[in-house]
């Protein structure tokens, strides 16, 4: 209720009404961190790990994900 917004796919929706009521039903196993939604769970495990697989192809530095890569690279002048 007063949520004007329409959405294409009940995940959405469902993220959404989520977003409203503060239910976070996905919880991480090692840390405890609570989310929304799977993806948002996902996305912080990869916290956990010591993999970096996204690199600079500019400066070779690397990242656990292409958000952290993408920000670096809008301000990579190619040095290290």
Do not use: M, W
């Not at 919880?27 to 948002?40: D, I, K, L, V």
């Amino acid at each position: 209720e007063g949520c004007e917004n329409a959405f294409h796919s009940k995940y959405d929706l469902v993220s959404r009404v989520r977003r409203h009521t503060g239910e976070k039903p996905y919880q991480c196993e090692q840390c405890g961190f609570r989310t929304s939604t799977a993806a948002g769970l996902r996305t912080h495990r990869i916290s956990h790990s010591d993999a970096r697989p996204y690199a600079c192809e500019h400066c070779g530095a690397t990242y656990k994900q292409t958000k952290h890569l993408n920000r670096h690279q809008k301000s990579c002048t190619g040095h290290r």
